[in-house]
Each structure stands twice: as C-alpha cells, then as structure tokens.
C-alpha cells in the first residue's frame, strides 16, 4: 500500500490543492517535531553542561621555594598538592612546575606539560642515557625530553626536536623577600599559539 | 543525492511501506473522541508509554551525573539540580513523571477492566499488563531510594523490613534486598542497579508483546 490522496482537495493555498489527509500528516509531523525539540532542549542541555559552566581559573601565588635554594643550569621538579572543586566533589590535585634559574634573580618557571599532547616532561643531563619512542638523537646537551613521541625542549624551553608546536608554557613569576612565587596555568596544547585553557 | 541514498536504503528494507501501513492503520470510530467524547479514556495507556518514553529519556541523561554511592549520591543530584544546565528540569520531568506514570497506569487498568476488555482474546494482555504495573511500581520503589536523602532512606527501611515478615525466609529474604542487615551503600547501588538496567530490559520485553498483541487482536469495543 502506498501513499494515495483518495478523499478529494477541501482547500487551495497559494494555488496547490491540499488534501485533508495531507494537511493532517503535515500538522502530524510539526507537531512531532516540536514536542520532540521541547523534549530534547534540556536533554542537550543537561549533556552540553560543562562546556556552558563559569571557567575555574587559579588566581593564588604559589610558593616555589628560597630563590637560594635553586641553581643555576640546573631545572629543578617543584610539586605541591591543591584542591579544587570538581562537580560535587572537592578533589586534590597534584600540581608541579619546572623552576629554571637563569642567574641570581631571574627565574623562568614552566608548567610540566609538554606542547605536544600534555605528557608529562623530564629533564635529563648531557650525555645522559635514556630511552626514546623512535630512537631519536637528542642534543650534546642538557635538554627537557618528552618520553610519549621523543619532543625535546632547550633549557630556556625552545623546541629542540620533536613534534611540539611551540616553546614550553612560561608561568608567572614574582619573588618576595628571597622566596620564589607562581600561579599555576594550563594552556591549550597542539597549536602554535600559547591559549589558556 | 540524498533521494538516491534513501531509495537504495528503501528498496532494501521497505521503510516506507512499513511506516505508511502503521499509520494507514484503521482505527475503531469508537475510540475517536472526536466523535465519542468519553473515548479519550483510550487515550490513558498510550499516555502512560508517552510518560515511560520521557522517563526512559531524562532517566538517560540523568545517569550522566548520578553517582549511586552514599558518599556521593545526595550531593550529585543536589548538583543535578543546581548546577547542571537545566538539570532541575530533566530532574523534575524524571520526579514527577514517576508519580504521573503510576497514576495512568492504574486508570489504563480501570478502563480495561471496566469495559471488560480482558476478556477472551485479550487474557494474555491483562496478564502483561498485571506485570507491566508491577514492573512500573518497582521502578518507583527502587527510584525512591536514589536522592539519598532522610524520606527515601526511611522509606525503604519501612518499605524493605516488610519482606522479613514473610514466614520461615523473612530474614533472608530481607538481607538479600538489603544487601545486608541495614539499608547502606550496598542497597543503594544493587537499587540502582535494578532502577537503571534489570527493569528497563523487563519493561521494554514486556512493553513489546503489549503493544504487538493490542495491534494483533484490535481494540475491544466497551461492554
């Protein structure tokens, strides 16, 4: 059976005859359709919710450390533990940045995720022996290396080798009576542009 | 383009002739209240399914949020609520949609049973539908507990210890809806687990036969 108009046009808009049947099926379908979308508004936007929620952004100084304490050429790990609100819950989150010291008073702080894909990244000495995902040949030097796909950074965060797109994510610094402060960022990774997240 | 893809799908599963034959399908005049106002009492079952269908979906969507741990499980429908973007209305039509259900389905059952439309051939749907009732009533039941709050803890403390009455496996039979002695986190996770996965598989089975009988025998005419 297929479709076939077998009660006669009652009406002419805009010159094309409509039949009853076919009015109905059409005040059937939108009507469908708008109970549907009445149904489907908070559905969407109950699942759509987190990208509509207010950005959490961290706004504290951290201490880092006695600016005495850091040397020269040498990156140092510092890592601490905050808490933030995740949904209901208030979660620790574990935190770390890489303190590098150029010279007595100035401080480059990078945050530990590397540009590429957020893996986390290590310093490693010259000449120090480590593994690689391609066997990749490192630098004749000090280096920040990323172990998920062999990116590798300078000291002062330049890309070296690798796939990241852009130097390493520079922090904040503020030093306060001999003690090293920061506040903790993240940044969109992948693209060449430096985006807080 | 489009018109291609859909023919070629068409000619293969035959959507269009199923479709037009479902809505091709005669229905009785005696249930259209357009020509029998006392007919929308025909009305209370496909109502029910449509309260089920938006029950089934906001349920669906509340799942993303739940968690069914007592640790967690008041403070994420709080959050539902106050949070989410219109999470108080997907919670509310899922709130008030349960009690809604419960009462269409009682006056679908009153029809029925008033115009006698159990009678033969429709035995085996009034059996279904005895099941389907039972099936809604333990999705309330077990809902009821979800929000974790003081009225749903103490409503399955008082609705539970009922099983312990029954004779000789009381005890039993109580420690096994409990999960325990005591309403706790295990009861509030197997409820769960009953609400969201057990009774929706029942419930769509036996939804099934109801609605393939009903298209199978027709509606039956009131005494």
Redesign the interface.
């Known amino acids: 059976?297929?479709?076939e108009w077998k009660d006669k046009p009652v009406s002419r808009w805009g010159g094309e005859p409509i039949s009853r049947r076919r009015f109905l099926?059409y005040a059937t379908i939108g009507l469908s359709a708008i109970i549907s979308g009445l149904?489907a508004?908070?559905?969407i936007?109950?699942?759509?919710?987190p990208i509509?929620?207010k950005k959490k952004v961290e706004t504290k100084w951290v201490e880092l450390g006695k600016t005495e304490d850091f040397k020269v050429g040498q990156p140092t790990m510092v890592q601490w533990v905050t808490s933030r609100m995740e949904?209901?819950?208030m979660e620790t989150a574990p935190r770390a940045v890489w303190v590098v010291k150029q010279d007595g008073e100035n401080f480059t702080v990078f945050n530990p995720r590397c540009t590429h894909l957020t893996c986390s990244y290590s310093w490693k000495l010259k000449g120090e022996p480590h593994q690689t995902a391609y066997g990749s040949t490192m630098p004749d030097k000090g280096h920040f290396f990323c172990p998920c796909h062999d990116g590798v950074f300078d000291i002062d965060g330049t890309v070296l080798g690798g796939p990241p797109p852009r130097p390493l994510d520079t922090l904040p610094v503020k030093i306060e009576g001999g003690r090293l402060f920061t506040i903790y960022k993240d940044f969109r990774v992948g693209i060449a542009e430096k985006i807080e997240l | 383009m489009l018109r291609q893809i859909y023919d070629a799908i068409d000619k293969r599963l035959a959507i269009k002739k199923t479709v037009s034959d479902q809505l091709d399908h005669p229905v009785p005049e005696h249930v259209n209240p357009l020509k029998h106002p006392s007919a929308f009492v025909y009305c209370f079952g496909g109502i029910a399914a449509f309260i089920g269908l938006l029950l089934f979906l906001t349920g669906l969507f509340l799942v993303i949020y739940y968690v069914p741990s007592p640790d967690h499980a008041y403070d994420s429908v709080q959050y539902i609520i106050n949070n989410v973007t219109l999470g108080w209305l997907v919670r509310g039509i899922h709130y008030w949609g349960a009690s809604a259900i419960v009462i269409m389905v009682v006056l679908h059952a009153l029809r029925v049973y008033f115009h006698g439309a159990y009678k033969n051939p429709r035995e085996m749907n009034w059996v279904v539908g005895v099941l389907l009732l039972l099936i809604v009533l333990a999705f309330s039941f077990t809902g009821y507990l979800l929000p974790w709050n003081q009225r749903s803890y103490w409503a399955t403390t008082v609705g539970t210890s009922m099983v312990s009455l029954v004779p000789f496996i009381g005890n039993h039979l109580l420690q096994l809806v409990r999960g325990g002695n005591e309403v706790g986190a295990v009861t509030l996770v197997r409820f769960y687990a009953i609400h969201i996965g057990f009774l929706p598989a029942i419930l769509l089975l036996l939804l099934g036969f109801h609605f393939f009988m009903v298209r199978k025998q027709g509606i039956s005419r009131p005494l």
């Open positions: 059976m297929s479709f099926g149904v508004l908070p559905l936007g109950n699942l759509a919710s509509l929620q949904g209901w819950v």
